[in-house]
Structure formats: structure tokens, C-alpha cells
């Protein structure tokens, strides 16, 4: 079964950067989607972005469209999400969850099978 722990988040000023960590343990991404997802105070859980780790290719939702990135690292079995730009709407638990590699990628909350604990990503005003 695959692992997943995230990293990298924080309290950060609105305009300024983070990067989040998704490491994997149990077996590689090599043949799954990663997403990223994050869940604000009284909102449902929402789709940031997923890549697919064989070729990279990405997939975004439109509110970060521009200002965060996706990519991974074969190296590390690591996935980043490297967000800019932050303004205080993208306040929110980010976890990473991935799936065995679907036609296409996907942006269900229940289209992913695997979850991390979640990090806490808070943009100040």
C-alpha cells in the first residue's frame, strides 16, 4: 500500500511562496496520478492539481492557474507543489492523495485512493 506524508507548509504573507512536499513510501509513484487537494474552514474538499508521474503532464484547477505548480522529482519519489503568489483565499489543509493511472486524470475527491495527513498552508492578509 502506498504512503503518503506531505510537508512544507506554514503561515506565509499574502503575495509570498511555499513549496509542499508529497513523499511517498511502500512502493513509487511511477505508474499512478498524485494530486493535490485542500479542504478551507467550512468548504468541501477541492481539487488543486495532479500530474502523472510516468510522462509529467499536469492538469489544474482554474482558481491557481498561473500562480502554482506542479511537478515531481524520479529521484526523491517526491511530488511538489510550488505555490506563488498566495493570497489569503488559498487558506486551507493541502493533502496529497494518489490513484493507479486512469485514461485520464482526474479531479474527484473519490477518484484517488491514497491519502496523506495534510498540511496546513495559512496566507495572512
Known amino acids: 500500500q502506498v504512503r503518503l506524508v506531505e510537508s512544507g507548509g506554514g503561515l506565509v504573507q499574502a503575495g509570498g511562496s511555499l513549496r509542499l512536499s508529497c513523499a511517498a513510501s511502500?512502493?513509487?509513484?511511477?505508474?499512478?496520478?498524485v494530486g493535490w487537494f485542500r479542504q478551507a474552514p467550512g468548504k468541501e474538499r477541492e481539487f488543486v492539481a495532479a500530474?502523472?508521474?510516468?510522462?509529467?503532464?499536469?492538469y489544474y484547477a482554474d482558481s491557481v492557474k498561473g500562480r502554482f505548480t506542479i511537478s515531481r522529482d524520479n529521484a526523491k519519489n517526491t511530488v511538489y507543489l510550488l505555490m506563488n503568489s498566495l493570497k489569503p483565499e488559498d487558506t486551507a489543509v493541502y493533502y496529497c492523495?494518489?490513484?493507479?493511472?486512469?485514461?485520464?486524470?482526474?479531479?474527484?475527491?473519490?477518484?484517488?485512493?491514497?491519502w496523506g495527513q495534510g498540511t496546513q498552508v495559512t496566507v495572512s492578509s
Open positions: 492523495a494518489s490513484q493507479y493511472a486512469r485514461w485520464t486524470l482526474q479531479r474527484g475527491v473519490n477518484e484517488y485512493d491514497y
Open positions: 511502500g512502493r513509487t509513484f511511477s505508474n499512478n496520478d
Open positions: 500530474i502523472r508521474w510516468s510522462v509529467g503532464s499536469t
